[in-house]
C-alpha cells in the first residue's frame, strides 16, 4: 500500500474540509436580514448550515486521524479491534479507521 499517495490524497482532502468549514462559518455569521420572513426562511438555512458544519468538522477530524495514523505507522490498523482494515475499504474510505466487522 502507497501510504505516501494516500497521504497526499487526505492532506488535499483535509483542506478541502477545511475551505468548505470557512465557507459555513461565514454563511454563518452573515448579518441577519430586516424582513422577517426572509429572516425566518435564513433562520431554516442555518439550521442546515449547521448540521453540514457538524458533519465536515466530524469528516475533518477522521482525515486528520488517518494522516496521524500514517505518520505513526499505524495506518490500516482497526481502532476497535487491532486488525487489519482491509485495502478495498482503504480504497474506499482512505479515512476508514475501522474495519467493516467493527464499523
Same mark, same amino acid.
Given at each position: 500500500?502507497?501510504?505516501?499517495? *494516500?497521504? !497526499?490524497?487526505? +492532506? !488535499?482532502?483535509? $483542506?478541502?474540509?477545511?475551505?468548505?468549514? #470557512?465557507?459555513?462559518?461565514?454563511?454563518?455569521?452573515?448579518?441577519?436580514?430586516? /424582513?422577517?420572513?426572509?429572516?425566518? $426562511?435564513? !433562520?431554516?438555512?442555518?439550521? +442546515?448550515?449547521?448540521?453540514?458544519?457538524?458533519?465536515?468538522? /466530524? /469528516?475533518?477530524?477522521? +482525515?486528520?486521524?488517518? *494522516?496521524?495514523?500514517? /505518520? !505513526?505507522?499505524?495506518?490500516?490498523?482497526?481502532?476497535?479491534?487491532?486488525?487489519?482494515?482491509?485495502?478495498?475499504?482503504?480504497?474506499?474510505?482512505?479515512? #476508514?479507521?475501522?474495519?467493516?466487522?467493527?464499523?
Amino acid at each position: 500500500m502507497d501510504t505516501t499517495k *494516500i497521504r !497526499s490524497a487526505l +492532506v !488535499s482532502k483535509l $483542506k478541502e474540509l477545511e475551505a468548505r468549514a #470557512a465557507e459555513i462559518e461565514d454563511d454563518l455569521s452573515a448579518t441577519p436580514n430586516s /424582513d422577517w420572513e426572509e429572516n425566518a $426562511k435564513e !433562520s431554516e438555512d442555518d439550521d +442546515v448550515l449547521a448540521s453540514l458544519g457538524d458533519l465536515t468538522m /466530524d /469528516d475533518m477530524q477522521q +482525515v486528520a486521524l488517518a *494522516i496521524s495514523q500514517i /505518520d !505513526s505507522g499505524e495506518y490500516g490498523t482497526c481502532t476497535s479491534c487491532q486488525g487489519k482494515i482491509g485495502a478495498e475499504r482503504l480504497k474506499a474510505l482512505p479515512y #476508514a479507521t475501522q474495519c467493516i466487522k467493527c464499523a
